[in-house]
């Protein structure tokens, strides 16, 4: 008979062996929502809008140097989840968030919480490419001019540099940065994104189907670009490709209805799920 570890969401260690794969009728989470030395923690974080409960009661840490992702069937609440990393819920009206949530040990949701400063921090990556309209250098120089980060021209040009190549895309701009960032394709464009959050020196960066609006070819360029960023930043994406998942992925979260179900080492979440609701999804019975 297979095996399951229960965790219970309150952050408690010690696992409950259970003689096999957790029934569709337990909203428990299972494998293991924590970690050694998180970046970001989460404790029983519920999102309301008004009356109605979107997120239920979730945990989890998101790791140093690690890309997690999120998965589930639309509607099931981790795009919601995501932007609360980032507090991007609170452009929401009669949205709540309750729970704690922290970035280096400091609760992101404290009243006095510089929340610009904490979107520099947690910098975010949408599903539809949105370049400012302005120039591909004015992208990537607008966020450090803003937040005093560069004191002079030499240093903002040599961080618009630095940014574009972590990003993949300064051989194909560096003569044409002066050009309009909406000039270059969608899969440039996304990576303009992804160096214009670079840019403002984030400890996390969160994609939110990043890859869902460009080509296979730009896809490939992007979770590459994924897989070398990890070296210096945690990532959280939400993906609707399994396969993308299962590429770019350390851990993966399986959500549900607005409970986390699953979470765990990502080719053990495809290869030997603990949940059956998991399983189902993963084999294609619902989603």
């Known amino acids: 008979m297979e095996q399951a570890l229960i965790r219970e969401s309150t952050g408690r260690q010690s696992p409950t062996l259970v003689s096999r794969r957790v029934s569709r009728d337990n909203r428990q989470t299972v494998g293991d929502p924590f970690v050694a030395d998180p970046r970001m923690t989460c404790r029983n974080v519920n999102v309301y809008y008004g009356d109605k409960r979107a997120i239920k009661n979730v945990s989890l840490d998101v790791g140093r140097n690690e890309v997690i992702a999120m998965i589930g069937p639309s509607g099931c609440g981790k795009s919601t989840f995501i932007r609360c990393l980032n507090r991007m819920n609170d452009t929401i009206e009669g949205c709540r968030v309750t729970g704690e949530i922290t970035l280096d040990g400091q609760n992101i949701y404290d009243s006095g919480l510089d929340v610009v400063a904490l979107r520099a921090q947690v910098g975010m990556v949408f599903q539809k490419p949105n370049p400012f309209p302005k120039s591909i250098y004015e992208n990537i120089a607008y966020g450090p001019r803003i937040h005093g980060l560069v004191d002079s021209k030499a240093a903002l040009d040599e961080l618009v540099e630095n940014s574009l190549k972590k990003a993949g895309l300064w051989d194909e701009v560096k003569d044409r940065l002066h050009e309009p960032g909406t000039g270059l394709s969608g899969g440039q464009q996304q990576r303009l994104c992804i160096a214009r959050a670079i840019a403002v020196s984030p400890e996390v960066i969160l994609m939110d189907e990043p890859c869902s609006a460009l080509d296979p070819m730009a896809t490939a360029i992007i979770e590459d670009l994924i897989d070398e960023l990890r070296q210096h930043y945690s990532i959280v994406i939400v993906t609707h490709s399994m396969q993308q998942a ?16 699953e ?3 990502t080719s053990q979440v495809f290869t030997n799920p603990l949940h059956e609701l998991t399983e189902d999804y993963i084999t294609g019975r619902f989603g």
């Open 246 to 261: 299962s590429r770019v992925s350390q851990r993966t979260a399986f959500f549900h209805l607005g409970d986390l179900i």
């Open 263 to 265: 979470v765990g080492a």
